[in-house]
């Protein structure tokens, strides 16, 4: 990435992004989805998505194990798939699957797009993945954004623009749903858009892991139990 005067190191992106995270669920625990503070909260918690993805890709260039960083994503995401339906739901369901599945999903894409020679194979595989993504958080968004961090990595303009057609067709969607009423769809699906948020953060990141030697499992730790207390307060009390 293309070093500017202040720079910001993995650790700390993605704190950020877990902050994002935190508001975003908050808002949709007890903020209104059509008001201006539940879309302005939810535009921040836009910020995530991209931003986790973006990782899976570094991720997958600087693990010294694959097979293992794909087993602790996998463990995780069991993990997280009772406080994550607890939190959508009020309740234990096997679906919709919880990010960290997708985002696992997302790495398997990187790995098929780079391994897989034949173009034919590695287009049905591609589609497989992005099939086995649809009952999930971040659906086939997810992968489809790993991709896209792994493929144009050095090409920030590349990055904008697909973010930003990105937010335009979840907007557009929004705006289909709304029957539509643009002015329904501002109020209800504009906080989209907020998917172009990450850039910034994302240009300043320096290369560098930051944090100390177990920084890497925050995350982990505070998708299943940030989910679990929300989803108590928000379903039991």
Known sequence: ????????????????AMTAMLIDHLAWAFVKTDTGLGQA?????????????FFIAEGYRHTRSLPRYLRRI??????????????????ISIIPLNVLYTLGLGLVAIYCYDN?????????????????AIPADWTFIAPL???????????????????????????????????FNFLAALQNHAFHLGVVLSLPLLRLYNGKRGGG??????????????????????WFY
Not at 3 to 13: D, E, R, S, V, Y
């Open 1 to 16: 990435m293309k070093k500017t005067p202040i720079a910001l190191n993995g650790h700390q992106l993605k704190l950020i």
């Open 74 to 91: 996998a463990v995780f995401a069991l993990i997280s798939q009772i406080p994550f339906s607890i939190f959508s739901l009020g309740e």
């Open 213 to 234: 030697r177990y920084s890497g499992w925050i995350f982990y730790i505070f998708y299943p139990l940030h989910l679990l207390i929300i989803g108590r307060y928000m």
């Open 116 to 132: 897989i020679a034949d173009f034919k194979k590695r287009k049905w595989a591609l589609a497989a993945v992005l099939v086995l």
């Open 145 to 179: 954004l790993c991709l896209l961090f792994h493929v144009y990595r050095d090409d920030f303009p590349k990055q904008v623009q697909w973010l930003s057609i990105l937010g335009g067709i979840l907007f557009f969607a929004g705006f289909v749903m709304m029957r």
């Open 41 to 53: 909260m939810h535009a921040i918690g836009r910020i995530t998505a991209p931003t986790m993805c």
